[in-house]
């Protein structure tokens, strides 16, 4: 199983941006996924998840801004962020919102400036 995230960028704050992850295999369509963000020197934090049914729990820093949804058909996780401050800057990743986890991979660098 691979995940691939993609879509990040530079953007300034209050702007947006979309992620998406796509899977191969059927993990993204069997599973609950979750995205992940780790910033430099800081733990990995799962900061959306969504279940197979679409429904959604998000982390108190992203909540009201990122909306994470997700096409089963498609096998892909999506990550809509809007209102980005500068501390959402990180590695963005995707992958099951719990263990037992596949090998992570290599995330998409997402760079908020103020």
């Known amino acids: 199983v691979q995940l691939q995230a993609s879509g990040g960028g530079l953007v300034q704050a209050g702007g947006s941006l979309r992620l998406s992850c796509a899977a191969s295999?059927?993990?993204?369509?069997?599973?609950?996924m979750g995205w992940y963000r780790q910033a430099p020197g800081k733990q990995r934090e799962l900061v959306a998840a969504i279940t197979v049914a679409g429904t959604t729990t998000y982390d108190d820093s992203v909540k009201d801004r990122f909306i994470v949804s997700r096409d089963n058909a498609r096998k892909t996780v999506y990550l809509q962020m809007n209102s980005l401050k500068p501390e959402d800057t990180a590695v963005y990743y995707c992958?099951?919102?719990?263990?037992?986890?596949?090998?992570w991979g290599r995330g998409t660098q997402v760079t908020v400036s103020s």
């Open positions: 295999g059927n993990i993204a369509s069997v599973n609950s």
């Open positions: 992958n099951r919102d719990r263990p037992p986890f596949v090998i």
